[in-house]
């Protein structure tokens, strides 16, 4: 089945500075890939997703890439915030199995102001 | 609309005692997720379903039972439950189109001592 590493597990960085979070998959079939964010005492949520048919996509400050040759991908956050404090998990699953999904073991981002 | 309701928030079992986990959802989603999140794990798709009367067991299903009779409720029971069972729970939900986002409950931190 998929396997899904992420590092680092914890991430800090001055406010302004920008963060990026990475993760490698082992299973060549899964084509989606989400992010989430959750913070403290709530559910994840999502903050952005690719495809495997696109290379990157973006939303504001955050963006993602996939390297699907290396199988892996990752998440960059430009201009960072203390807002954008939180628990980071990535996940990657085949769109045509019941949008299931196999996590990240998460990473701890703190913005220091 | 409320999203994606879970109940109890909080429970401390007994060794060998039994509990049923309630998850609501008012957006007429049809597939709906149990998870489970450990420090430094993740989360792990415990029993998933894709429509009304329909489960299908996840990642780490052992210990564990659902039911889906109506389309906005899933039940997670632990028949007996046991110490490796403490955890936080969360429940999800998505629409029927493949890569929906999946929109998570608040969680249940469960204690079993």
């Known amino acids: 089945g998929e396997n899904v590493e992420q590092h680092p597990s914890t991430l800090s960085v001055q406010e302004g500075d920008s963060a990026v979070i990475k993760c490698t998959y082992s299973?060549?079939?899964?084509?989606?890939f989400p992010w989430y964010k959750q913070e403290l005492g709530k559910g994840p949520q999502l903050i952005i997703d690719?495809?495997?048919?696109?290379g990157e996509k973006k939303d504001q400050r955050i963006a993602v890439t996939l390297n699907k040759t290396a199988k892996h991908f990752s998440l960059h956050i430009t201009e960072t915030q203390p807002e954008d404090s939180a628990v980071y998990f990535c996940?990657?699953?085949?769109?045509?199995?019941?949008?299931?999904?196999?996590f990240g073991a998460g990473t701890i981002l703190r913005v220091k102001s | 609309n409320a999203g994606v309701t879970q109940t109890p928030k909080f429970r401390v079992l007994k060794t060998g005692q039994s509990m049923t986990l309630l998850c609501a959802q008012d957006?007429?989603?049809?597939?709906m997720y149990w998870y489970r999140q450990d420090p430094g794990m993740g989360l792990r798709l415990i029993h998933y379903s894709v429509g009304e009367g329909t489960t299908a067991k996840g990642e780490v299903p052992d210990g564990y039972n659902v039911s889906r009779l109506k389309k906005q409720n899933f039940l997670l029971g632990l028949e007996s439950a046991a110490p490796s069972q403490t955890s936080v729970y969360f429940c999800?939900?998505?629409?029927?189109?493949?890569?929906?986002?999946?929109?998570f409950g608040p969680g249940t931190r469960l204690t079993v001592t």
């Open positions: 999800a939900s998505s629409y029927l189109r493949q890569g929906d986002e999946q929109y």
């Open positions: 996940a990657a699953g085949r769109l045509e199995y019941g949008n299931k999904l196999v």
């Open positions: 957006m007429n989603h049809e597939y």
């Open positions: 299973d060549s079939a899964s084509n989606y």
């Open positions: 690719i495809r495997s048919n696109v």
